[in-house]
């Protein structure tokens, strides 16, 4: 058995003496681990850094066995992301999720796509990629089952003005619906629901916030896992821009 393929590196841990275990994300094989030889060596390191776009090689004798892996560098996001924190920051995030979350070997072509759109943005402009990476979290989460909906207000029906989301439900709600409970409730920027919206550093971290409650809960809280540290640390920086935004 043999597949090639092109494909985001997710995470690398060591394994024996000088060797890998490397988990990437494919469109057609989902995230799909592999043994590397010399993986850990300080000649092949650079390329299994998550983040990396790479055209990977995976070889072995039956479908449910480890396999090896191999790979060739098509882009260095993450050389590229270490001159820049937040770059750093998101990259590292969105891979550590990726990695933890999705079932192994389960296709997921749309959030493939979101993750290599998102490299090749961060790759432009770091600020531009952070509302992209809240985005993505939604993919996810929709990938995952537990979409939100964000179409129409949950009590009343209306579809225009929707600040807020309900966190037991994952439904929008308007202004008017949410009434006594608008306290309860979660803010809902508007760049989440209409891409060519205005949105700052602010704006990201209510995203966060918001994609974090269902992260937590539903796709790592339902395992009896903790986000990943990385994770924690890009809302950190987030939050921090905010705070330097709100203070100017």
């Given at each position: 058995m043999e597949w090639e393929a092109p494909a985001v590196v997710l995470e690398a841990r060591p394994h024996g003496e000088g060797g890998a275990v490397v988990s990437v994300l494919t469109e057609e094989f989902?995230?799909?681990?592999?043994?590397?030889?010399?993986?850990?060596?300080?000649?092949?390191?650079?390329l299994w850094m998550p983040g990396n776009l790479i055209e990977a090689r995976w070889v072995g004798r039956l479908p449910?066995?480890?396999?090896?892996?191999?790979?060739?560098?098509?882009?260095?996001a993450a050389a590229l992301a270490?001159?820049?924190p937040l770059a750093t920051a998101l990259l590292s995030s969105c891979c550590a999720i990726a990695a933890d979350a999705l079932p192994e070997r389960e296709a997921h072509g749309l959030l493939f796509h979101d993750t290599v759109a998102l490299v090749a943005t961060l790759a432009r402009d770091t600020l531009l990629a952070v509302p992209d990476a809240v985005r993505w979290e939604l993919r996810l989460l929709q990938e995952l089952g537990y979409g939100l909906d964000l179409s129409a207000c949950a009590v009343t029906g209306e579809a225009e003005v929707l600040p807020y989301v309900s966190p037991k439900s994952g439904r929008a709600v308007s202004e008017a619906g949410a009434g006594l409970f608008r306290d309860r409730l979660l803010p809902l920027p508007a760049f989440l629901r209409d891409d060519a919206a205005a949105s700052g550093?602010?704006?990201?971290?209510?995203g966060l916030r918001l994609t974090g409650v269902f992260l937590a809960r539903d796709v790592f809280g339902a395992r009896n896992r903790g986000m990943p540290g990385a994770r924690?640390?890009?809302?950190?920086?987030?939050?921090?821009l905010a705070s330097a935004g709100a203070g100017d």
């Open positions: 989902g995230r799909h681990a592999g043994l590397v030889k010399g993986g850990a060596s300080r000649g092949q390191a650079a449910e066995q480890l396999g090896a892996l191999s790979g060739e560098l098509v882009h260095a270490m001159a820049d550093p602010a704006d990201w971290a209510a924690d640390r890009f809302a950190d920086r987030v939050c921090l």
